[in-house]
C-alpha cells in the first residue's frame, strides 16, 4: 500500500482526496497497489469531515513519517510550499503539484533536488489543468525538436473573450460576469494581465528547449485594453482575439511572449471558447499537435494531480526525471526581431499609412476615422519605427502564424 499525503485542502485538494476514495479500485489497479490518503495539512479546521482523524496541522507529521511516499502539494504561493517542497524531496519522498507559481520560479532546483535524490517531482497540472500536456511533451513527443508553443493557457480571459465575441459585452461587463460565476477573482490581476499564463508558457518552454525559462524574461500583456472594436474588426476578417502564450524554440535559444493576438479562424485555436484551453505544439517530425479540454476547476486539475501519483507510485524504485537545467548564458531572443504581422488601427489617414507601408492590406472602417490594415510580414522592430513615423496609433495586436 502506497501511502498519500495532502497538502492544502482547498478546491483542488478535496478534489484529490474525492478521487482517491472514489476511485480507488480503479487507481489501485493503475497503480499497482492500493493508495491511501494518510495526512490531510492544513491550518483549518474540519471537525465535520468524515475522516477528521486525517487532519494535521503539523508539516513534520508529513516529513517525519517513512511510510509516507508520495505528498500532493496543492498550497499554492511560494510560502511555506517551496520550503516544504524542498524537504520532502530531500527526504527521498515525491512531491505532486499544480503549484505552476513555485515550479515556474524554483523548478530548476527541485528538479535536481529530486533527481540527487531518487525520486520525482511531477507537475502536470501546473500548466492545462485537466489538459495532459507535460507528460505528451515528455514522452510521446520525445523524438521531436518542439520548435513552437502557442497556447490559450488561462480560462478566466479566454470566458471573458468569449462573453465580449459572442454576447458583444464590454472587457468590464465580461469580467463581472466571470467574477460572479466564479471564474475570476476578486482581484482578477493575474488572470486578466496575463502573468498566469506568463508562468505557464515559461514551464513549458523550459521543458521544450531543456534550459531553465525565467517568466519574469517573458514580455507580458493581458488583455485589459482589448476593446469592442478590437473584436469587431477581429470579426470582419474572420478571425477572434485570444490572449497567447507563445514559445518559440530554434538553436537552443528561445523566443518567448504572453499577449492577446488575432488568430485566423482557420486555424483550431480560434474555436476554443469559454473556460476551455488549448495547447497547440509544433514538433519537427509530426507537425502540429494540439491539446484541448477544461484548464481548471476541482476535478479537472486533481484528476491531473493523480495521474502523477499515481506514476509516482509506479516508479517508486525506478524514478522517471523531468530535466530541464539552469541556462549558462542568456537563452532569450529579442522578440522585436521576430518576423510577423501586426493589425493596426490608426488616426492617420491611409496615405500615410501607404508611404511606410507600401503593402499594407487595408480593412474596412468599423469606427469611423479610423484607418485599419494589416502590416507585411516585418520584424517588430521595423513595424514599431514605421508606426511611428505614421503617428496616432489606437491599437495594434499580432497575428497568430503557428
Request: with cysteine.
Amino acid at each position: 500500500m502506497a501511502n498519500v499525503a495532502v497538502m492544502g485542502f482547498g478546491t483542488v485538494g478535496s478534489g484529490v482526496y474525492e478521487i482517491l476514495k472514489q476511485n480507488a479500485e480503479h487507481i489501485a489497479g493503475k497503480a499497482g497497489e492500493e493508495v491511501k490518503v494518510k495526512y490531510i495539512l492544513d491550518i483549518r479546521d474540519f471537525d465535520d469531515h468524515p475522516e477528521k482523524q486525517l487532519f494535521t496541522k503539523n508539516f513534520a507529521d508529513i516529513a517525519g513519517d517513512a511510510s509516507v511516499s508520495t505528498v500532493v502539494e496543492v498550497m499554492g504561493g511560494l510560502h511555506p510550499a517551496y520550503e516544504y517542497t524542498k524537504e520532502l524531496l530531500e527526504n527521498g519522498k515525491s512531491v505532486i503539484t499544480s503549484n505552476k507559481e513555485l515550479v515556474a520560479t524554483h523548478g530548476t532546483e527541485l528538479l535536481e533536488i529530486a533527481e540527487k535524490h531518487n525520486t520525482n517531482y511531477f507537475f502536470e497540472a501546473s500548466v492545462g489543468g485537466g489538459i495532459p500536456i507535460i507528460r505528451p511533451m515528455h514522452q510521446c513527443l520525445a523524438a521531436n525538436e518542439i520548435e513552437k508553443i502557442a497556447g490559450i493557457l488561462n480560462g478566466t480571459t479566454n470566458y471573458i473573450l468569449t462573453q465580449m465575441i459572442e454576447k458583444g459585452k464590454s472587457f468590464g461587463d465580461a469580467l463581472t460576469d466571470a467574477q460572479n460565476k466564479g471564474y475570476a477573482e476578486r482581484n482578477p490581476a493575474a488572470d486578466v494581465e496575463g502573468h498566469d499564463a506568463c508562468r505557464k508558457i515559461a514551464i513549458l518552454a523550459s521543458l521544450a528547449s531543456g534550459k531553465f525559462v525565467d517568466y519574469k524574461d517573458i514580455p507580458t500583456e493581458g488583455i485589459t485594453e482589448i476593446t469592442l472594436e478590437d473584436v469587431r474588426y477581429a470579426d470582419s476578417m474572420d478571425c477572434v482575439v485570444k490572449l497567447i502564450g507563445y514559445a518559440e524554440i530554434s538553436g537552443g535559444k528561445v523566443m518567448a511572449r504572453v499577449c492577446p493576438m488575432i488568430i485566423p479562424r482557420t486555424v483550431p485555436l480560434s474555436d476554443v471558447d469559454d473556460v476551455f484551453n488549448a495547447i497547440m505544439i509544433h514538433g519537427n517530425m509530426v507537425g502540429d499537435v494540439m491539446m484541448y479540454g477544461r484548464g481548471a476547476g476541482m476535478l479537472p486539475t486533481a484528476s491531473a494531480v493523480v495521474a502523477d501519483v499515481i506514476d509516482a507510485v509506479k516508479h517508486s524504485n525506478v524514478p522517471k526525471h523531468l530535466t530541464w537545467t539552469a541556462a549558462e548564458e542568456n537563452i532569450m531572443l529579442d522578440g522585436d526581431e521576430k518576423q510577423t504581422v501586426m493589425f493596426i488601427r490608426t488616426l492617420a489617414g491611409a496615405d500615410a499609412v501607404r508611404r511606410e507601408f507600401a503593402d499594407a492590406e487595408f480593412v474596412d472602417n468599423i469606427v469611423d476615422e479610423e484607418t485599419a490594415f494589416l502590416t507585411p510580414k516585418l520584424s517588430e522592430k521595423e513595424i514599431r519605427s514605421r508606426l511611428d513615423k505614421i503617428g496616432d496609433i489606437v491599437s495594434g495586436l499580432r497575428v497568430l502564424e503557428i
